[in-house]
């Protein structure tokens, strides 16, 4: 399967790791930063690693609450646990919503609108050049092709052969 950009597991690896540690560095005041704790599993996600994404996004948050008994930060058991897993939750949604557009993104190369063919040939203008039909197919979709012939071409290029 084809990526139209991925990240290296390197990247989304470093920004966990950086997501931590600047979670520590604000502060227990700044509860915008919990909008962080997604881009990881979001690259993973897009880089083709569904199963790496929803471990990141079920790794990264209980370390939050790691960060606040650090911080020593006087949070009821109940309000951090909630608060781990609505993160949690809401990564989870965030790379299994970019899992799919991924997906959708990989299979919407097709083949649209008119293509000058030659009607002897068979070969299609590409520009100011003629390509054969099976290379156009293969750099400007998905398809693969595999040669075979018809039943009316093999008994004309090879009957003698198909009798036996």
């Not at 540690?21 to 599993?41: E, Q, R, W």
């Not at 293509?115 to 203008?125: Q, S, T």
Request: charged share 15%.
């Amino acid at each position: 399967m084809r990526s139209p950009n991925r990240f290296a597991p390197i990247r989304w690896l470093l920004a966990g790791a950086a997501v931590i540690p600047l979670d520590y560095l604000t502060g227990p005041y700044l509860d915008s930063m919990v909008l962080v704790y997604p881009v990881p599993a979001a690259m993973a996600a897009w880089g083709g690693s569904p199963r790496w994404s929803i471990a990141l996004a079920i790794v990264l948050p209980p370390v939050r609450m790691l960060i606040f008994h650090y911080w020593r930060w006087p949070a009821p058991a109940f309000e951090a646990v909630l608060d781990t897993a609505a993160i949690m939750l809401f990564s989870i949604a965030i790379a299994l919503l970019i899992v799919h557009l991924r997906r959708q993104t990989l299979a919407r190369r097709v083949l649209e609108g008119m293509l000058p063919i030659c009607g002897f040939c068979k070969r299609i203008r590409n520009g100011e050049c003629w390509e054969s039909l099976e290379a156009f197919i293969t750099d400007h979709s998905e398809a693969t092709f595999s040669h075979t012939f018809c039943p009316e071409c093999g008994t004309k290029h090879y009957g003698d052969y198909l009798d036996r």
